[in-house]
């Protein structure tokens, strides 16, 4: 997928380019980070027109002419951000060891003390579709528990009734363990605030381990831990699918 040639607001543009969320980019810009053609940008709703030099703290900010979306193996312990928070590792050195330039930014989080799956792309779009809650993306989870899931407990982590936060958490799909029936497979299609463990917590379970293993269409497979794989160009359109309310 190429670019558009048409002007965009600046704000679009930014995410487009990689330099985040529309919401993070528009704090870029209120902070006088971001300048046209060597004029600081007025306001998010500016228009950037073909041909036009934005810059980002005095990088280039340019459309690539092909989007790149990669899965990555999270690691225990890294934390999910591309700013270091005190002296736990972050995204920030699995970026900077992957020679990945500012562009490329994880999509949505996951728990420092959560393993697995993390979608990285330089398609600001994409990011932002997938991270919004009405596109229903299914995540699956790999839970390990401290203790066996009571019976009486399996029917409110499938079927909503678990409030968070004031609200319902959505519909989710529990699947049955194995021979070990401390170890569920989890499947919920939000992204809230720990939200699984919180809604094991929530019927009286604790989570001792948390893996994700796929991402809509896209799973981790036998992806090595810290490493990167391209997603195929059929990976890319069946998660597009996903994210635009597909199948």
Not at 23 to 51: F, K, M, Q, W, Y
Not at 91 to 116: E, H, I, K, N
């Amino acid at each position: 997928m190429t670019p558009d040639d048409d002007a965009q607001r600046l704000n679009r543009f930014l995410a487009r380019a990689g330099f985040g969320s529309r919401r993070s980019v528009e704090t870029l810009i209120a902070d006088g980070r971001v300048r046209i053609d060597d004029e600081v940008a007025a306001s998010p709703g500016c228009r950037v027109a073909p041909g036009s030099r934005v810059t980002v703290d005095g990088k280039v900010a340019a459309w690539p002419t092909a989007w790149r979306v990669l899965a990555h193996h999270k690691t225990l312990g890294v934390v999910t951000s591309l700013r270091q928070q005190g002296r736990a590792p972050c995204l920030a050195g699995v970026a900077a060891a992957a020679g990945f330039g500012p562009g490329l930014v994880p999509v949505g989080r996951l728990d420092a003390d959560t393993t697995g799956l993390l979608i990285w792309t330089d398609d600001g779009d994409l990011a932002q579709a997938l991270l919004r809650p009405r596109r229903q993306v299914w995540k699956r989870y790999e839970v390990r528990l401290a203790a066996a899931l009571p019976p009486s407990a399996r029917p409110r982590l499938a079927d909503g009734g678990i409030m968070l936060d004031g609200h319902p958490c959505l519909p989710a799909r529990l699947h049955p363990p194995g021979r070990d029936p401390r170890r569920w497979i989890l499947e919920i299609q939000e992204g809230r605030n720990r939200q699984v463990r919180r809604m094991f917590g929530a019927v009286g379970a604790t989570v001792l381990g948390l893996h994700r293993t796929a991402i809509g269409p896209v799973t981790l497979g036998d992806l090595a831990p810290g490493k990167f794989r391209e997603l195929t160009t059929g990976e890319i359109a069946a998660l597009r699918a996903a994210a635009d309310g597909g199948p």
